[in-house]
């Protein structure tokens, strides 16, 4: 019981010196690079392993124990590489902006540095130089991300339109116009409220008109998930009687 205050004091003088070594502008990017990576690994971790365990509820068939045991091995492996992959790519993203940042030509915290630090970051995890990271799971989350930044671009197009637009019906002319001058002008929001659900609608039915004809025609362009998946909902009419035809779960054509 005397240790209790000594170990109490040995830890905020601990907690006291991890303070004012992270202030140090070379120590604190090397913390925040160090973080930075632990976050990346958790959350890729954990988004894989709920979304693999749903998976495996929902549609696997488990025959054994031994056969469960086996595919909860293979659900944690694989939310470990995605934890990996995510891990490597922020903590190399980090360090590559912590080492433009030093730079003269790219010392500012601009656009410029963000995209070289992430190009090169994403070139050597995502695109898999080293031979180490999972090429599935890479292709998975490229995609998600390049799903959103479509989705992003279209909006920030869409923002331009919608300016070009208002302006136009304007009859006095103003010097400084942009998107942000003008977002909350209820006569702009209903353009730019509608040319974005007008967009979305034609990105959506064009989507799934091109996914249909390439599964139809051409499968061999598509990714296997993509295929079994199409064939699970579109060509597996595999039953015999009544109740085939309402419990029919085969994932099998």
């Not at 598509?222 to 039953?239: E, P």
């Amino acid at each position: 019981m005397s240790d209790i205050p000594s170990k109490i004091s040995q830890l905020l003088i601990s907690h006291d010196l991890f303070h004012k070594a992270s202030q140090n502008p070379i120590l604190k990017s090397f913390f925040q690079i160090i973080d930075t990576s632990r976050r990346g690994w958790l959350y890729g971790s954990r988004l894989r392993l709920a979304h693999s365990l749903t998976l495996l509820i929902i549609f696997s068939r488990i025959h054994s124990l031994e056969d469960l045991r086996h595919k909860l091995s293979r659900v944690i492996i694989n939310s470990q590489k995605h934890g990996l992959s995510l891990s490597c790519f922020a903590g190399l993203y980090k360090l590559s902006l912590a080492v433009l940042k030093r730079n003269q030509e790219f010392g500012t915290n601009g656009p410029v540095s963000h995209f070289i630090s992430a190009f090169v970051s994403g070139y050597l995890v995502y695109g898999n130089q080293f031979g180490f990271f999972s090429n599935g799971i890479s292709q998975q989350i490229t995609l998600y991300v390049m799903s959103r930044v479509i989705l992003g671009i279209a909006r920030l197009l869409g923002e331009k339109i919608s300016v070009a637009i208002y302006r136009n019906g304007l009859n006095n002319d103003i010097t400084k116009f942009d998107f942000n001058t003008i977002k909350n002008i209820p006569e702009f929001k209903k353009i730019n409220n509608e040319l974005s659900t007008h967009a979305w609608n034609l990105t959506a039915a064009t989507s799934w008109a091109a996914i249909l004809v390439l599964w139809n025609y051409r499968q061999d362009v598509l990714n296997t998930s993509v295929v079994h998946s199409m064939d699970y909902i579109y060509n597996n009419y595999n039953f015999s009687n009544f109740m085939g035809f309402i419990i029919n779960n085969d994932t099998k054509k």
